[in-house]
């Protein structure tokens, strides 16, 4: 029976690849009657979310007895472990160092389109195009290893693990940032994203472009 009191609260964006994360936990493992995804105020001037996560980022998760998580690995790995029965945590061994090594190149693509898109929001006196070419070059560089990287086994299959995860987030940035044109030229990552795109959790936590 569903509990009407979520006893976690969840901060969230919609667009936030980041809270993408958190959100397809919760989808996966069917937590929405035990987390409350709340959209927070980011990135304004004196945001009444500041009180509750000083660093003003997102993901968030505020347990029951109010101790506060950030970072969204960790918020991740607390979500997939509440149930004591972890599905997306590195398995052990030659595997879990795949998993671990490929979610840290994903995350090196996420961080660089991130910073990509929000030059892009700039006014045009503050946006730096030594930046913008930066994180074009930067992007452009990982995908050409993700052509390869994505054949690689442990990013096979059902979703599992936060290296397909996080990358899945990461080249969904393209609907956020049009200059973001990965598919040309790379079909091994054409045909893996398509492969995972209908799934509920990452087709219902799209980014809105
Ligand atoms: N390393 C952090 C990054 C989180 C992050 O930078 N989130 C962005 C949204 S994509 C944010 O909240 N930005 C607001 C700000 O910088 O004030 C994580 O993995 O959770």
């Not at 070059?137 to 994505?150: H, P």
């Not at 693990?161 to 996080?166: H, I, L, P, V």
């Not at 200059?179 to 980014?207: K, Y």
Request: aromatic share 8%.
């Amino acid at each position: 029976m569903a509990d009407s009191h979520p006893s976690l609260k969840l901060y969230v964006t919609q667009n936030s690849p980041y809270a993408r994360l958190a959100r397809i936990i919760v989808l996966e493992k069917k937590l929405e009657d035990k987390v409350k995804q709340i959209v927070a105020q980011t990135r304004s001037v004196n945001s009444p979310y500041y009180e509750i996560n000083p660093s003003g980022r997102v993901p968030c998760l505020i347990l029951s007895d109010g101790v506060r998580l950030e970072e969204s690995q960790l918020v991740c790995s607390y979500l997939d472990n509440l149930d004591n029965a972890p599905w997306f945590e590195p398995p052990e061994g030659g595997n879990g160092f795949h998993v671990r090594r490929l979610e840290a190149m994903a995350r090196s693509l996420v961080a660089g389109v991130s910073v990509w898109i929000r030059e892009g929001f700039r006014s045009q006196q503050e946006r730096s195009p030594g930046v913008i070419a930066h994180e074009r070059n930067r992007a452009a560089r990982l995908i050409e290893a993700w052509e390869t990287e994505v054949m690689h086994p442990v990013m096979g299959g059902e979703l599992s693990n936060m290296a397909q995860m996080t990358l899945i987030a990461a080249l969904h940035l393209e609907r956020w940032n049009p200059d973001f044109q990965w598919r040309d030229g790379h079909p091994n990552l054409v045909s893996w994203v398509e492969s995972l795109a209908a799934r509920p959790s990452i087709r219902d936590t799209m980014p809105v472009g």
